[in-house]
């Protein structure tokens, strides 16, 4: 069952911050998340796995609750390179770890 | 260039007729991917494949066929094809069960079927 990302989108001003939210309905063992621009292939930002530690990527960061099966993306100090739309993936155990379910995606626009 | 490189880039073709994706990576990853994407619809993910052996068929029809002759190459038949399978066809590598990395993706085929 896919994971529901929210916003669907968000327009920020450069500089400004935004958060973007990975729920899932099954416990999830490990989370992903990737940047697309358009035309161009989704791009790897990080891994989170159950039980670690939160990760980051230049200025984005994430977090990995457990409990509320979620994960999120944090925005800071957002520079225009960060337009796109970013995809979290997700796995519900170590067996599935390469087998990945992804969000409808949240369209980020970042203006000058 | 991501390092998977997709041949074509994009591919039109009639509901008869047969044709093949091409799928190239050189990262020394042992997992490749075929995924779907849509226009207002998640990537879904179709096949799977672990040191060249297939172990997801995500429900595909058979219209759809994978081979992977060796860790490196990936491919995807396609024969009498609808036009609803007209989408942007992504290829994906990464280590199996990479617990360090995610995938690499290429740039993908779009695929238009008239």
């Known amino acids: 069952q896919q994971p529901v990302q929210s916003p669907q989108a968000v327009i920020l001003r450069e500089g400004e911050d935004a958060v973007i939210n990975c729920s899932s309905s099954?416990?999830?063992?490990?989370v992903h998340w990737y940047r697309q621009k358009h035309g161009e292939a989704p791009v790897f930002l990080m891994i989170?796995?159950?039980?670690?530690e939160q990760m980051r990527h230049e200025k984005i960061s994430a977090s990995f609750n457990e409990k509320k099966q979620q994960s999120s993306l944090y925005l800071t100090a957002s520079q225009l390179s960060y337009s796109g739309t970013y995809f979290c993936?997700?796995?519900?155990?170590?067996?599935?770890?390469?087998?990945?379910?992804f969000g409808g995606g949240t369209r980020v626009l970042v203006k000058p | 260039e991501t390092g998977v490189t997709q041949t074509p880039r994009h591919l039109v073709m009639g509901m008869t007729n047969k044709k093949s994706l091409k799928c190239e990576q050189h990262?020394?990853?042992?997992?490749m991917y075929w995924y779907k994407q849509s226009a207002k619809k998640p990537l879904e993910l179709m096949f799977v494949y672990n040191f060249k052996e297939q172990t997801e068929n995500n429900s595909v029809p058979s219209r759809f066929s994978p081979e992977c002759p060796n860790s490196s190459h990936l491919f995807l038949h396609l024969h009498t094809l609808q036009p609803e399978d007209s989408a942007l066809y992504l290829c994906?590598?990464?280590?199996?069960?990479?617990?360090?990395?995610?995938?690499?993706f290429g740039s993908g085929t779009r695929l238009t079927v008239v």
């Open positions: 099954k416990a999830l063992y490990s």
């Open positions: 994906a590598s990464s280590q199996y069960q990479g617990q360090n990395g995610g995938y690499t």
């Open positions: 993936g997700t796995a519900p155990d170590k067996a599935a770890g390469n087998k990945l379910t």
């Open positions: 989170l796995l159950k039980g670690g």
């Open positions: 990262l020394g990853h042992n997992a």
